[in-house]
């Protein structure tokens, strides 16, 4: 079917059956690392993804691609709220999918694509498959900062109902300001990083120590040569405006 008249679920499904034939699958099962097992697959549905819908824009392939890579390796659509900080809770009954950022539920722009897919990414979301579990009511502490309540149906055929409760907010990194010369020797370091510009020195990183030594000692030299010539012109300034000062109280005497 030509690219343009795909729709996405027929993308994602031509999508997935071109991944399972390309990929080593043996590699893949070697790697014990998540992350990695997710950029390799990333890395192979870019590759597909450049031969097939190569029109698409910038925007486009990369929500394509997030959202196949979560729907295969991850939760689904729940990774998306699930990265947004202003989601408090989330519901899920059957494929329908409730999310509260603020005071009341709304419906989720992402839900689940069906029934299928939502007793897939609970199994993931558990570990095991709901037969497993005795209890019709499952709760635990998830590492994404929410805690999880499943709920079974009372009989097999029912879908489960998921319930997710952010217990922290997400708070940002704290911003370490960049390191600040005092302004003394923020001088001196400019000074240097002249002189060096001067003698042909474009890259200090690359610069051998045996040509900036001397860089380094001359432009500290020139400029405590200078800072004491300007201590001393104040100095004088200040002795002169003294005997000014003296001179005029001495005449109004």
């Given at each position: 079917m030509p690219p343009a008249q795909r729709?996405?679920?027929?993308?994602?499904?031509y999508l997935h059956a071109r991944l399972v034939s390309v990929i080593d699958l043996h590699m893949l099962a070697s790697l014990t690392d998540p992350a990695v097992v997710r950029?390799?697959?990333r890395l192979v549905v870019e590759r597909l993804l450049d031969v097939e819908e190569p029109l698409f824009n910038r925007v486009e392939r990369e929500t394509t691609i997030e959202a196949f890579v979560a729907d295969a390796l991850g939760f689904g659509p729940l990774e998306w709220l699930f990265d947004d900080d202003r989601v408090q809770e989330v519901r899920t009954d059957g494929p329908a999918t409730l999310v509260c950022r603020g005071a009341d539920f709304e419906p989720s722009c992402v839900p689940f694509r069906d029934e299928h897919q939502l007793r897939l990414i609970t199994r993931r979301l558990l570990g095991h498959d709901e037969t497993a579990f005795v209890s019709r009511v499952i709760e635990w502490e998830m590492p994404e900062n929410f805690w999880l309540t499943v709920r079974f149906g009372a009989t097999p055929w029912q879908p489960p109902a998921l319930h997710f409760r952010r217990l922290r907010p997400n708070v940002p990194p704290a911003v370490i300001p960049p390191p600040r010369l005092p302004p003394r020797e923020l001088r001196a370091f400019v000074r240097f990083?002249?002189?060096?510009?001067?003698?042909?020195?474009?890259?200090l990183l690359t610069a051998e120590e045996v040509t900036l030594r001397p860089l380094a000692e001359r432009t500290v030299d020139d400029f405590l040569a200078e800072e004491g010539?300007?201590?001393?012109?104040?100095?004088?300034?200040?002795?002169?405006a003294a005997e000014r000062g003296a001179a005029a109280v001495s005449r109004r005497a």
């Open positions: 729709s996405w679920m027929e993308l994602k499904d950029h390799e697959v990083v002249k002189a060096c510009h001067a003698a042909g020195i474009d890259d010539q300007a201590r001393r012109g104040a100095r004088e300034d200040r002795g002169a």
